[in-house]
């Protein structure tokens, strides 16, 4: 009975070496991470009255995973709309700084904020009605991508974001 016993425990043995999870996903499909761009239009002004800053509630908290990129549009041309990524500096023609739009944030804002010289001698196209785009990247997405962060269609695209549904936010 003892040869039996061990004869059965070392078969039992070899045929659970054989087996293997396969947890291959050959669709590429990431089903727990969600990419989201949310837009800021237009209530987004930097005043003495504000202290030259702006806080952006999301419409539902993030990951502390996740990484936040804010771009705010610098323009038009060509009918193309022209986003930079914040902290966005501009300077004197002297080379020194003037002032910069940058920014800091949690799982549920950012707050936006201008730094610099004389910021209220700054034209008021560049301190009011501004439009501001929060980018949510997933925490696993940066750490292996090669998109260039600073190019907001490279990362769009990267993300699989569909313009269409950008979530225009109202506060």
């Given at each position: 009975?003892?040869?039996?016993?061990?004869?059965?425990?070392?078969?039992?043995?070899?045929?659970?070496q054989g087996c293997t999870v396969n947890e291959d996903n050959t669709n590429n499909i990431d089903n727990d991470?969600?990419?989201?761009?949310?837009?800021?239009?237009?209530?987004?002004?930097?005043?003495f009255s504000n202290n030259y800053t702006s806080t952006l509630i999301f419409p539902h908290p993030t990951f502390n995973s996740d990484m936040i990129l804010l771009y705010r549009l610098d323009g038009v041309v060509n009918g193309q709309d022209i986003w930079k990524i914040m902290p966005q500096t501009f300077y004197f023609n002297d080379g020194t700084l003037d002032f910069r739009y940058d920014f800091d944030f949690t799982t549920t804002e950012a707050v936006v904020y201008l730094e610099g010289f004389d910021l209220e001698?700054?034209?008021?196209?560049?301190?009011?009605?501004?439009?501001?785009r929060v980018v949510v990247v997933p925490g696993f997405f940066g750490k292996n991508s090669k998109v260039n962060f600073n190019?907001?269609?490279?990362?769009?695209?990267?993300?699989?974001?569909?313009?269409?549904?950008?979530?225009?936010?109202?506060?």
């Open positions: 009975m003892k040869k039996i016993t061990i004869a059965l425990a070392f078969i039992g043995m070899i045929m659970l991470t969600i990419s989201e761009v949310w837009e800021y239009s237009n209530n987004v002004n930097f005043l001698g700054i034209l008021l196209a560049f301190r009011t009605n501004q439009v501001i190019n907001y269609k490279a990362v769009v695209k990267a993300l699989k974001i569909d313009e269409s549904k950008i979530i225009k936010v109202q506060q």
